[in-house]
């Protein structure tokens, strides 16, 4: 009975170590967990079983995302110890690789003051290349903060355009773009506005 027993045993932990490994997050997967700001809750399910793989990916093959995620981890002291100061420059690392996710967080984090001393003209200046790669939160945030006065009023037009022409998936965001493009053109030339709305902003 105890050799059976033993034997059962050694049929069964492989199956349950299979099921409880994690596997590392394509990148797909990824976006979709930053974007529904999901990711340090995924980690922590997963058991922190991924922190090894996360550092690589960020670290070695200097993956964005991966570099988001790393930092994210050190900021809010998820499966590592807390280092903000190290967090925030993956974080910037990543933006400076493109990473539009990262450009969205480094601005909110200047905006609210979060770990940084509140500096919306520097938010406006990590938004902007996040809306102009068609970030609709970016190109909202964007809007908002040239309606407080931060940023130039040179890019109102570009960035009234952006938000002008974007497709909505709900009536209340739809509602929201609407009335923060009311309240930008009421800064701006009408000729300015007349070009804004146009499909394509040629003279640009």
């Known amino acids: 009975m105890l050799r059976l027993f033993s034997v059962l045993l ?3 932990s492989p199956a349950l170590m299979a099921t409880e490994a994690v596997d590392v997050y394509t990148q797909e997967q990824l976006l979709s967990l930053i974007r529904s700001e999901q990711h340090l809750v995924r980690v922590k399910q997963d058991d922190c079983q991924l922190v090894q793989d996360i550092e690589a990916h960020a670290e070695v093959l200097k ?5 988001f995620l790393w930092g994210e981890m050190f900021i809010h002291g998820v499966c590592i110890k807390k280092d903000v100061p190290r967090g925030l420059q993956l974080l910037k690392d990543a933006a400076g690789q493109g990473s ?7 601005a909110r984090y200047y905006e609210d003051g979060k770990y940084v001393l509140k500096n919306k003209h520097r938010s406006v200046q990590y938004l902007y290349p996040a809306a102009a790669n068609g970030d609709q939160k970016a190109r909202m945030m ?10 130039s009023p040179r890019d109102y037009e570009m960035a009234y355009h952006w938000l002008y022409n974007e497709a909505f998936n709900d009536q209340k965001t739809k509602d929201q773009a609407w009335g923060l493009l009311q309240k930008l053109e009421s800064m701006m030339p009408a000729s300015a ?12």
């Open 142 to 151: 964007l809007v908002r903060l040239y309606n407080e006065g931060f940023g």
């Open 100 to 106: 539009t996710e990262a450009m969205l967080q480094v």
């Open 193 to 204: 506005v007349a070009r804004a709305r146009g499909e394509h902003l040629w003279n640009y």
């Open 10 to 12: 050694m049929l069964v």
């Open 63 to 67: 993956q964005p995302l991966y570099q």
